[in-house]
Nanobody
Framework: QVQLVESGGGLVQAGGSLRLSCAAS????????MGWFRQAPGKEREFSAA????????YYADSVKGRFTISRDNAKNTVYLQMNSLKLEDTGVYYC????????????????WGQGTQVTVSS
Protein backbone atom coordinates (compact mmCIF):
# COMPACT_ATOMS: atom_id res chain seq x y z
CA GLN A 1 0.00 0.00 0.00
CA VAL A 2 0.91 3.64 -0.38
CA GLN A 3 0.07 6.63 1.77
CA LEU A 4 -1.76 9.40 -0.05
CA VAL A 5 -2.28 13.08 0.76
CA GLU A 6 -4.51 15.29 -1.37
CA SER A 7 -4.30 19.07 -1.70
CA GLY A 8 -5.58 21.84 -3.92
CA GLY A 9 -9.25 21.85 -3.08
CA GLY A 10 -11.17 25.03 -2.37
CA LEU A 11 -14.00 27.31 -3.34
CA VAL A 12 -14.38 28.26 -6.99
CA GLN A 13 -17.08 29.84 -9.11
CA ALA A 14 -18.88 27.84 -11.76
CA GLY A 15 -16.86 27.85 -14.96
CA GLY A 16 -13.60 28.16 -13.08
CA SER A 17 -10.70 25.75 -12.67
CA LEU A 18 -8.86 23.93 -9.91
CA ARG A 19 -5.91 21.58 -9.88
CA LEU A 20 -5.82 18.84 -7.31
CA SER A 21 -2.62 17.11 -6.31
CA CYS A 22 -2.05 13.82 -4.55
CA ALA A 23 1.35 13.13 -3.04
CA ALA A 24 2.21 9.51 -2.42
CA SER A 25 4.76 7.91 -0.19
CA UNK A 26 6.06 4.44 -0.79
CA UNK A 27 8.48 3.06 -3.31
CA UNK A 28 5.83 1.28 -5.33
CA UNK A 29 3.96 4.39 -6.49
CA UNK A 30 5.13 4.04 -10.07
CA UNK A 31 3.61 0.56 -10.28
CA UNK A 32 0.13 1.58 -9.15
CA UNK A 33 -2.90 2.65 -11.10
CA MET A 34 -4.04 5.95 -9.60
CA GLY A 35 -7.58 7.25 -9.46
CA TRP A 36 -9.71 10.15 -8.33
CA PHE A 37 -13.15 9.62 -6.82
CA ARG A 38 -15.60 12.18 -5.54
CA GLN A 39 -18.36 12.10 -2.99
CA ALA A 40 -21.12 14.66 -3.11
CA PRO A 41 -23.14 15.43 0.03
CA GLY A 42 -25.57 12.62 0.74
CA LYS A 43 -24.31 10.48 -2.13
CA GLU A 44 -22.02 7.52 -2.56
CA ARG A 45 -18.42 7.91 -3.62
CA GLU A 46 -18.16 7.73 -7.40
CA PHE A 47 -15.38 7.29 -9.91
CA SER A 48 -14.05 10.37 -11.70
CA ALA A 49 -10.77 9.46 -13.41
CA ALA A 50 -7.96 6.90 -13.43
CA UNK A 51 -4.50 6.63 -14.96
CA UNK A 52 -2.28 3.63 -15.57
CA UNK A 53 1.13 3.26 -13.95
CA UNK A 54 2.87 4.61 -17.06
CA UNK A 55 0.36 7.35 -17.72
CA UNK A 56 -0.36 5.89 -21.10
CA UNK A 57 -3.96 4.90 -20.40
CA UNK A 58 -6.63 7.06 -18.82
CA TYR A 59 -10.30 6.54 -17.97
CA TYR A 60 -12.89 9.22 -17.23
CA ALA A 61 -16.43 9.21 -16.01
CA ASP A 62 -18.83 10.55 -18.62
CA SER A 63 -19.72 13.39 -16.27
CA VAL A 64 -16.17 14.81 -16.35
CA LYS A 65 -14.94 13.76 -19.78
CA GLY A 66 -13.64 16.71 -21.75
CA ARG A 67 -13.38 18.90 -18.64
CA PHE A 68 -11.05 17.01 -16.29
CA THR A 69 -7.57 15.72 -17.02
CA ILE A 70 -5.67 13.23 -14.89
CA SER A 71 -1.90 13.05 -15.08
CA ARG A 72 1.00 11.76 -13.02
CA ASP A 73 4.66 12.43 -12.41
CA ASN A 74 6.30 9.26 -11.19
CA ALA A 75 9.54 11.06 -10.44
CA LYS A 76 7.64 13.20 -7.93
CA ASN A 77 5.29 10.45 -6.70
CA THR A 78 2.37 12.72 -7.51
CA VAL A 79 -0.87 12.44 -9.43
CA TYR A 80 -2.90 15.45 -10.53
CA LEU A 81 -6.47 16.22 -11.51
CA GLN A 82 -6.91 19.36 -13.59
CA MET A 83 -10.54 20.41 -13.40
CA ASN A 84 -11.83 22.98 -15.89
CA SER A 85 -15.28 24.37 -16.64
CA LEU A 86 -16.41 23.41 -13.17
CA LYS A 87 -20.11 22.94 -12.53
CA LEU A 88 -22.19 23.14 -9.37
CA GLU A 89 -22.57 19.36 -9.47
CA ASP A 90 -18.80 18.91 -9.24
CA THR A 91 -19.02 19.94 -5.58
CA GLY A 92 -17.86 17.27 -3.18
CA VAL A 93 -14.93 15.68 -1.42
CA TYR A 94 -12.33 14.40 -3.85
CA TYR A 95 -10.34 11.33 -2.90
CA CYS A 96 -7.12 10.06 -4.38
CA UNK A 97 -6.74 6.29 -4.51
CA UNK A 98 -4.19 3.68 -5.57
CA UNK A 99 -4.74 0.24 -7.05
CA UNK A 100 -2.24 -2.54 -7.70
CA UNK A 101 -4.38 -3.71 -10.61
CA UNK A 102 -4.09 -2.73 -14.23
CA UNK A 103 -5.95 0.49 -14.98
CA UNK A 104 -9.42 0.24 -13.47
CA UNK A 105 -12.37 2.34 -12.45
CA UNK A 106 -13.80 -0.14 -9.95
CA UNK A 107 -13.94 1.21 -6.41
CA UNK A 108 -13.09 -2.10 -4.75
CA UNK A 109 -9.91 -2.45 -6.82
CA UNK A 110 -8.36 0.50 -4.98
CA UNK A 111 -6.77 -0.42 -1.65
CA UNK A 112 -5.13 2.85 -0.58
CA TRP A 113 -7.07 6.08 -0.03
CA GLY A 114 -6.26 9.63 0.95
CA GLN A 115 -8.24 11.67 3.45
CA GLY A 116 -9.93 13.75 0.76
CA THR A 117 -9.99 17.40 -0.21
CA GLN A 118 -13.13 19.54 -0.42
CA VAL A 119 -14.11 21.18 -3.69
CA THR A 120 -17.00 23.62 -3.60
CA VAL A 121 -18.34 25.17 -6.79
CA SER A 122 -20.55 28.22 -6.32
CA SER A 123 -22.89 30.00 -8.70
Amino acid sequence: QVQLVESGGGLVQAGGSLRLSCAASGRLFSTYTMGWFRQAPGKEREFSAAISWSGGVTYYADSVKGRFTISRDNAKNTVYLQMNSLKLEDTGVYYCAASPRAVTRIHSDFDSWGQGTQVTVSS
